[in-house]
């Protein structure tokens, strides 16, 4: 009870700036749709950055990062087309295998030209190439990095996905790629879960569930690469941290196989999009609320430099990879 307390104002607060998200996007759908997940982090990220999310919020803002984003991707499960996915075959995921490790060793290598510490680097490609700071968050202790490392890592990774968000939301109005295409493109690039599904949905229904399929694909590798990344930077001490399996990632395809069935009534799976559609928004204003320039600025402008050529050689890369293969 006393914990409900705590999280209820940030929850208010964010639901709040989430329904003033969504009537800016109805106001402006005639001239242009930025959509409201965008609309939502770029408030929460003006708000954080001049007025400061206060105090009384944080316990609001931290409980819709780690719980409501996971609950609105499950419910995003039923939204699944499986005819539309298995379509995308094993090229797509042949090219996430490929991308997380190649992604990580870029970072490690551009972390050296731009004299970045080794441990902040190796956080920065693991947010860059599987989940953004929920990666950081998970991987920072089994690298026994330091927490500093970890804080300017999940800032870097927050306000380069969000950047990610309105850049990619811009690509989807104006470029002529496929809905396949581009799906696949933002799910397999952009930094954390949140990010890639704002992105992708800016497309349509159809980028969006592809998007979202192709980072929970990204999600997965979590595991082995903590497990790899923990081996290494620890092979003299035997009291390492073990990855936990992100169970999410199996809530989310259970839930697409249910609906797939035809078992769920069409009037429940239109209400339980919907609430995944607001607990997602909700966690893009949280996201917007964590964005801190000043921490940025003050203690890694060396690492936001080399995560930005690491996001824009990605970007290039999987733009092309995905317009020239599928």
Known sequence: MKKMKKIMPGLIFILTIAMISMFINDAMKVFVNLEALTIGILIGIIYNNTIKTQSVLLEGVH?????????????????????????????????VIILVPSVLILAVILGRLF????KLATLIGVGSCICGASAVVAIAPTINAKDEDAVVAVSIVSFLGAVGVLVYSAVAISSPVTDVQYGVWSGISLHGVAHAIAAAFARGELAGEIGTFVKMARVVLLVPVTLVLGYLYNKENNHRQKAKFPMYVIYFILAGVVSTTGIVPDSLLQILTKLSSLLILMDMVAMGLTV?????????????????LLFLITSIVTFWIAKSTL
């Open 292 to 308: 801190d320039f000043m921490t940025i600025k003050n203690k890694g402008m060396k690492a936001l430099l080399m995560g930005s």
């Open 63 to 95: 409980f819709s990062l780690k719980k409501l984003l996971m609950v609105g991707i499950i419910l995003l499960g039923f939204k699944l087309d499986f005819g539309a996915l298995f379509q995308l075959g094993s090229k797509v995921l042949l090219m």
């Open 115 to 118: 004299k970045t510490p080794d």
